[in-house]
């Protein structure tokens, strides 16, 4: 017998806080007060780090709102939620978060498919928490932060579905021009390759966490994003499903170019530095994009000759590619 309307979800709360220009000082809801604590403690070390720069109020001014999702590969809890830079009635700069904790019974399938089971939660909420920034009356803002929005009640079926739909319909080729590479750019073979290369030694040494994340390219066409995000997170999910890594997903832009960023040793004060300084992100990030590297280091074994091989065909859908990669990780 069918189960409808399956949501990913249960015990679900919603939350903000932070500093929002109508009011002149902290705020922050009633609900939540835990986790407020947490990530109000990771924001404010990650704010330690970038005042360092001596440019950092122009990039925290210029950065844009940054969505995230903080899960456990093997955890039943997870949080989504929207960092907006913002700043008090004095002009005092600090972020404002407003997110969502919840219960999940499929961990992997929510880290593969949230993009677009998320996609319209997110887009409400951004606009929602955009103007308790911005508005000159928050009241009614805040109070939408913290009501039950349908999206969240969403068919997790459905959603896979959706994804799939994508993922079969799309080749390789289809994937660059969404991207919109260029001849300087690495191809979406360079990236896979690299991809299977970093992530290789997870599975092997789950205990030595990276203390690096991993920047993936996104179009710029809003429709298809959450769809190529769900694809990204669709091949590492291969390498995490047996470890007990803490996963942070972070959806935002550098310099107008939509990006993907995925860290596996929690959160960090350089992944929220990363999120608004240039040099940070360079420094913390290894970017897909620039991934020519792979030539050289990464496809000499037999199984990433083989990915290799596959990866030359641009007619090859992106379904033939996860059941391949899926294949070589299992080698």
Known sequence: MKICHRSYLHNISRFYFGKIKSRGDFVKSTAGSQVIALIDRWVAQGMEALIESPCWKISYDQAGPTDFLFMGADRKHAIHGTIVPGCDAS???????????????????????????????????????????????????????????????????EAKERCRKFIAATTIGGLAALLGLQDADASVRQMVLALRYLLRPLPIASALRPHKAIAFPLPKDHANLPFVESFWLSLISVYVSNTKLEISVFSTAFQGKPKLIVGFNGVTSLSFRALFEEQAARDFLIDLGNSHWVEQDGHHDSASMKLSNYLTHGTLSLQQLLITFGEVART
Request: net charge positive; aromatic share 10%; hydrophobic share 45%.
């Open 91 to 157: 002009a005092r700069r600090f972020p404002f978060v407003a997110a969502t904790t919840f219960a999940i019974n499929e961990p992997l399938s929510l880290l593969k498919f949230g993009p677009v089971y998320f996609y319209r939660h997110a887009t409400r909420r951004k606009m929602q928490a955009a103007c308790a920034v911005t508005s000159a009356d928050a009241h009614d803002a805040l109070a939408c932060l913290t009501e039950n929005d349908p999206a969240l009640k969403l068919d997790a079926d």
